[in-house]
């Protein structure tokens, strides 16, 4: 076979696969069709099936066709997270001020702190953390991929349950919008290269004075050309963000973020990034999977896993528990926020991807918090639906 019909094939593996898997099983109800095609990664990958039949990972696999899977894996995610980035309320997020900062600094803060020690404790083993990380990196970024909340996962789930446009949801969205604003900030802390930091002074100067100019420009143009001026930002902000050594993740998210939602139709918005989900980010999934790793024994990774599953979720849920004390929220409200921002998998698994890409953490380390993500976001649905006194939607309304 040749590379192009390698790639074809690792493509129809890719789409064909979770959908199947998603369609039979019916997993919607636990896992929307994204976390299965999370799974499916892991398990196509090097330390699942890869081990099973080398030949076969070392076939459809072949450096040839990984390098073209990363290539699309990399525009994907950076459209997905220029899109979060534009999808962000700010507006609203200042509006309701005190009751977003008490809430989400809480929620966020809590099982970041649970995080911290958990990695600090699993660090000491002198095992996990990455050839090019110091410890306090590792640290915080073990710590944050425990606390951060996915936005887009949450959307989905607050949607299958009809409380998406409600103003209980909505509350929630702003919660885990501070999230997204947090996780992008740590990033740039921990990727602060102090022998870049002339490159990363020059970027941030110049990203003030190209974000002003952009914005003037985007609202005189036309709503048609806004989107193809904005994709091109997009390009331009990422690529300064990597030469400055901030990765361009970090880039993109800043690309999307300074420009007004309100700009882009909201349907064609919702097409769009629904289009992006459908065509191109289950190859970033699949090659997330793919850097999967069991080599310090599938015992010693399923355990950290577990210990920072834990972490992740009690911290999260006495966050938001003691928010609601403070804030005096209606009985019930404090538990169904708890589980509804335990969600994580897409935004989290771009992050330790960038923590993975900068040696910061190590491979058995990355899979760990890949079991975690997809265990916290798999948790919710079930544990909402096993509290549940009545529907949401009447909690909602009480609320």
Known sequence: MNDSDVFLLAMLMIFA???????IVRTDSYAPLV?????????????VLGAVFPGYYSLVFSPHVIAALNGIAWWAVMIFVWIAGIELDLKQVWKHRLDTSVTAS?????PFLLGCIAAAAMLKLGVWSGVAGKSWQAT?????A?????LPILVLFLDRLEILRSPFGQRVLRYASFDDVAIWGVLALILLDWNRAGRQLVFLIGYAVAA???RKLMAR???RDRWYVGLVWLAASGLAAD???????VGAFLAGAILDSDWFDRKQMDLFRDGVLLSIMPVFFLSTGLRTSWNMHGGAVLILAAVLLLASVVGKLLGVQLAGKILKWPRGDAYRIGWLLQTKALIMIIFVNILLDKGIIDHPTFTALLLMAVASTMLTMPMLAAKRAGSVVDAVEAG
């Open 17 to 23: 696969i979770p959908y199947l898997v998603w369609r």
């Open 140 to 144: 915080f970024g073990i710590g944050m």
């Open 106 to 110: 809480l929620a966020l803060g809590m």
């Open 146 to 150: 425990c606390a951060v909340t996915a």
């Open 243 to 249: 030469w400055s050594g901030l990765h361009f993740m």
């Open 221 to 223: 143009l036309p709503e």
């Open 35 to 47: 976390v299965v095609q999370i799974i499916a990664g892991i398990l196509l990958g090097p330390g």
């Open 212 to 214: 002003y100019a952009i």
